[in-house]
């Protein structure tokens, strides 16, 4: 498989249940779906959300879903938007 470069970045906004270990949750999923991390913003909190802007580097427009895909499917995650950083 083709390494992720900067030359596809994508930042995604996720919801997830507040926890000590949810945005480790996030960026170990990304990292299991073969993404790079590049960065991870808390955009908004409360007692029982977080709302998590997470951007990463992928290989193509294809990896990029299967790494939404990859989050979406962890329980109580939700991708409310993906969009490609690179333009």
């Known amino acids: 498989m083709a390494m992720p470069s900067p030359s596809y970045t994508i930042t995604m906004r996720v919801e997830v249940p507040a926890s000590q270990r949810a945005t480790s949750m996030l960026v170990a999923a990304v990292a299991e779906a073969g993404g790079a991390v590049m960065g991870v913003d808390i955009a908004h909190s409360t007692t029982t959300?977080?709302?998590?802007?997470?951007?990463?580097?992928?290989?193509?427009?294809e990896h990029g879903e299967r790494i939404v895909e990859a989050l979406n499917a962890l329980e109580g995650v939700r991708v409310l938007k993906m969009s490609d950083s690179t333009f």
């Open 49 to 61: 959300k977080l709302v998590v802007d997470v951007t990463c580097d992928t290989v193509d427009a």
